[in-house]
């Protein structure tokens, strides 16, 4: 979903989702980059890898891959701040079944909320996904 969307927006290279299941997450599956992770419109996120799952990080991450700001939304990560897999029934059935719920995240959060929710979400409804170039 994240490279059919990075394509689409006219963006090169390999992106990932920001989600984990029972046995995968983003912890094991991401570049644990020395980089910046920076949005579409030039705001740093978060300094590297090692500041991104900290538990904080530096700016909401509230814009779509078009650069359009979208405050205020749940995100889809069933994933702690610190990148590994939350909970090991909370992806939707490993993100194929809509008769689950999720952990997700806050778009408006800059604390462990961004990805860490205190709340799951029906699988049947609607949410966002980070996506994350690697």
Do not use: M
Not at 55 to 78: A, F, P
């Amino acid at each position: 979903k994240c490279q059919s969307l990075a394509k689409a927006a006219g963006y090169n290279g390999t992106f990932k989702a920001w989600l984990s299941h029972s046995y995968d997450s983003p912890s094991n599956r991401f570049t644990h980059s020395t980089l910046p992770y920076v949005l579409v419109i030039g705001k740093t996120v978060a300094k590297n890898w090692n500041d991104l799952v900290d538990g904080t990080i530096s700016q909401e991450i509230n814009y779509t891959e078009k650069g359009e700001l979208r405050d205020r939304y749940y995100v889809w990560t069933n994933t702690k701040y610190d990148g590994t897999t939350h909970e090991t029934l909370g992806s939707c059935q490993g993100w194929t079944e809509d008769y689950w719920d999720s952990k997700i995240g806050y778009s408006s959060a800059t604390n462990g909320f961004w990805t860490q929710g205190s709340n799951s979400l029906s699988c049947k409804l609607s949410a966002s996904i980070y996506c994350f170039q690697q």
